[in-house]
């Protein structure tokens, strides 16, 4: 396989990670309405607040929304910190990212640790020092912050 197809095939996984996290959005205008249910606890929203953003940024899935659905899913954007969906989708991007390192050889799993241990902005500089080639780069570049911690964890451990 020539390099070319590597960056083409990383960018794809990349992308569709990143994508796998927007479906169930895009799938949710379609689908019939739930019967309302009263609780009395507090429920974690469906979408993280990552997501939410993310859903409100991209314009075929924000004109599909109402404004009382858009107003539902700013309040959400508006949160700080991931629900366990969004954490979840940052450890398969994680996962995936760090198979990709380890699969490069112990060399690039080496560097990778010492970036790892300076942290986010240490690992972002790393892959940025890396061949343009590399898929590595382009995955590790394209993981959101959170994701990237993710990252570090599967790295250092």
Request: hydrophobic share 50%; no cysteine.
């Amino acid at each position: 396989m020539n390099r070319t197809k590597k960056i083409a095939a990383a960018a794809a996984m990349t992308t569709a990670i990143m994508m796998g996290a927007a479906a169930p959005a895009a799938t949710a205008a379609d689908a019939p309405a739930a019967p309302a249910t009263v609780t009395t606890t507090e429920q974690e929203p469906l979408l993280g607040s990552a997501l939410a953003r993310q859903v409100l940024a991209t314009p075929e899935l924000a004109n599909q929304l109402n404004a009382e659905e858009r107003a539902g899913m700013q309040a959400i954007a508006d949160q700080d910190g991931h629900t366990r969906e969004t954490r979840s989708v940052g450890g398969n991007a994680a996962k995936a990212a760090w198979e990709l390192i380890k699969k490069a050889g112990p060399g690039v799993v080496n560097a990778a640790k010492k970036a790892a241990a300076k942290g986010a902005s240490g690992l972002k500089d790393w892959a940025k020092g890396l061949s343009w080639k590399s898929p590595i780069r382009w995955t590790v570049g394209q993981l959101p912050a959170w994701a990237l911690e993710e990252l570090i964890k599967y790295i250092l451990s």
